[in-house]
Nanobody
Framework: QVPLVESGGGSVQSGGSLRLSCAAS????????MGWYRQAPGTQRELVAT???????NYADSVKGRFAISRDNAKNTVYLQMNSLKAEDTAVYYC??????????????????WGQGTQVTVSP
């Protein structure tokens, strides 16, 4: 597995903004998909946004027009810009990266890694 390091969570008031970052700590050969998911207390983890290796994005209906996912391939980093935050956005946010890594052996092994989670709290 490839370790991922998340940052950028915190507490804001409704209508505020936050930017989450998630960086892979090793060099990646190729990326299949990068994404952000969230889990509020008592609920299942849900998709927030994804971006494929070719740059195609997908968003949950609840965040369309407010959140934007982007990436920096050179830094192996995915971002989530969150604007117009609402109380219902409060959750632990997890990043996910799937792809292939360089190896000393033959081929390029696949990986599917999750970040440690970062708390986002939006007060009314």
């Amino acid at each position: 597995q490839v370790p991922l390091v998340e940052s950028g969570g915190g507490s804001v008031q409704s209508g505020g903004s936050l930017r989450l970052s998630c960086a892979a700590s090793v060099s990646i050969f190729s990326i299949a998909e990068m994404g952000w998911y969230r889990q509020a207390p008592g609920t299942q983890r849900e998709l927030v946004a994804t971006i494929t290796g070719s740059g195609i994005t997908n968003y949950a209906d609840s965040v369309k027009g407010r959140f934007a996912i982007s990436r920096d391939n050179a830094k192996n980093t995915v971002y989530l810009q969150m604007n117009s935050l609402k109380a219902e956005d409060t959750a632990v946010y997890y990043c996910n990266i799937r792809g292939r890594v360089y190896s000393t052996g033959p081929g390029y092994p696949t990986f599917d890694s999750w970040g440690q989670g970062t708390q986002v709290t939006v007060s009314p």
